[in-house]
C-alpha cells in the first residue's frame, strides 16, 4: 500500500459565497484524494484531506489560491497519518 498522510486545514479571508468548496471538491478529486470541505460559522473554511503526499501538498498549495473569485488571507495547517476511514471526497453541511 502507498504512503498516505492527511491534512486538516482552516482557509480564512473571502473564501464562503465565491465557489471556494465546489472548487476545492474539484482539485481533490482531480489529485484523487478523499475526505470533505465545509463552510465554518465564522467564515472561514475547513477541509480535511487525505491521500498520496505529493498530491495532498498540491492540495495545500491550491488553499492557498482557491476559487477565482475567493481572497485567501492564511491557511492553518494541521498533518497527520491518514485513516482511510473515507472512499471519496464531498461537500459536507451542516
Known amino acids: 500500500m502507498r504512503e498516505k498522510i492527511r491534512l486538516h486545514a482552516v482557509v480564512s479571508g473571502r473564501v464562503q459565497g465565491v465557489n471556494f468548496r465546489a472548487y476545492t471538491q474539484r482539485e481533490a478529486v482531480e489529485l ?12 472561514q473554511v475547513e477541509a480535511l484531506a487525505e491521500g498520496h503526499p505529493n498530491n495532498v501538498k498540491a492540495f495545500e498549495r491550491f488553499l492557498h489560491q482557491g ?4 481572497v485567501v488571507d ?3 495547517v494541521e498533518w497527520s497519518e491518514a485513516t482511510g476511514e473515507f472512499t471519496s471526497f464531498r461537500v459536507r453541511y451542516y
Open 74 to 76: 492564511e491557511v492553518a
Open 32 to 43: 484523487g484524494l478523499t475526505g470533505w470541505v465545509r463552510n465554518l460559522p465564522g467564515g
Open 67 to 70: 476559487s477565482p473569485s475567493a
